[in-house]
């Protein structure tokens, strides 16, 4: 069963058989407004925790999407990249963005839990 977790930065990270799926969250995409413009990580790519893994562009502005755990890409959307606007759409859903496989299971713990994010947006 998938567990869902989010970060301080507005991902939301679902794990599943130590595979993440990342994305950004319903409130991320409303903050950002309407995307045109969706730029995934190369399958293969290894990530570090914080590193600036996507970059996302709306009418409002350009914003960097962090690798919220250690990993390698495994597979992305490339559904967002052709019609950004699914982010806006389906956010938590459709509109993923790469998934990977993680490095460090520990560093889960480190990730919030639903009720924890809620608290921080208010």
Known sequence: MAVTYFTEDH???RVEDGI?????????QDQLGDLVFVQL????QSLSKGDAAVVVESVKAASDVYAPLDGE???V???TASD??????????DGWLW???LSDTDQL????????????IG
């Open 73 to 75: 890409v495994t597979e």
């Open 41 to 44: 990580p190369d399958v293969g």
């Open 109 to 120: 713990a480190g990730l919030l839990d639903e009720a924890g994010y809620k608290a921080i």
């Open 77 to 79: 959307n490339d559904a």
């Open 20 to 28: 993440a799926t990342v994305g950004i969250t319903d409130h991320a």
């Open 99 to 101: 998934k990977m496989k």
């Open 84 to 93: 950004p606007a699914l982010v806006n759409s389906s956010a938590t859903g």
């Open 11 to 13: 991902e939301w990270v």
